[in-house]
């Protein structure tokens, strides 16, 4: 059976520190990759979503970036988080082609002070 | 561009009482609609899917029927319960190759004892 892992589970870090969360699935192969950010009170934002190794879509820019440098395995960075980083990101798993199911993974609360 | 629509939260009901929570879409194409869950502090999952006009999606008490009439997808449940309290997720793809699904803002839903 497929998992998606997401670490860390919790992250605090201070203003203009790097960021790196990382995101791997099991299970399957060749699978779409998504990335998104979720506010306080607020809704699902995509961030990135990717089809295929260093095939990144970005859908907001921002000071975000995403790598793929493994079939499966995602990689949210920052350079220099801001205050506004702070946030829930959740990572998502999908068959390849087929967007329409997506699995996701348990999360990692990020506080920047 | 395709977009989804969802009353605007929180939803605070009492256990057995009866619940619907109303998303409406707008599609380029011909869609295929869902509805995602997120129980506090997890990632989100999948509860419900309507791939046809017509159709009924239904999961542990949960429905919502494809309306290509009114371009509406509610979600409803005859008899709430408390473990049914979390963030409710409207979404739609139009399953065009690898497009990402689009997500509404997402409804809060306590439900008290």
């Known amino acids: 059976s497929q998992t998606i892992h997401q670490w860390p589970a919790t992250l605090v870090q201070p203003v203009g520190s790097p960021l790196s969360l990382e995101c791997t699935v099991e299970?399957?192969?060749?699978?779409?990759l998504y990335w998104y950010r979720q506010a306080a009170g607020r809704g699902l934002q995509l961030l990135f979503y990717s089809v295929g190794i260093g095939q990144i879509s970005s859908e907001v820019p921002q000071n975000l970036s995403a790598s793929r440098p493994q079939d499966r395995q995602f990689i949210l960075s920052s350079k220099k988080l801001l205050l506004s980083d702070s946030s829930f990101y959740l990572c998502?798993?999908?068959?390849?082609?087929?967007?329409?199911?997506?699995?996701f993974g348990p999360g990692t609360r990020l506080t920047v002070l | 561009g395709d977009s989804v629509t969802q009353m605007e939260g929180p939803v605070t009901l009492s256990e057995e009482a009866f619940l619907t929570i109303n998303c409406t879409y707008t599609a380029t194409g011909y869609p295929s609609l869902f509805w995602y869950v997120q129980y506090p502090g997890e990632g989100l999952q999948l509860l419900l899917k309507a791939t046809k006009a017509d159709d009924k999606g239904s999961n542990k008490g949960f429905e919502a029927t494809y309306r290509k009439e009114t371009t509406s997808f509610h979600l409803e449940k005859g008899s709430v319960q408390v473990s049914d309290s979390a963030v409710y997720f409207c979404a739609l793809t139009v399953n065009s190759g690898n497009t990402p699904l689009v997500f509404g803002k997402g409804t809060r839903l306590s439900v008290i004892a």
């Open positions: 299970g399957t192969s060749n699978p779409n």
């Open positions: 998502a798993w999908s068959p390849h082609g087929r967007p329409d199911t997506q699995y």
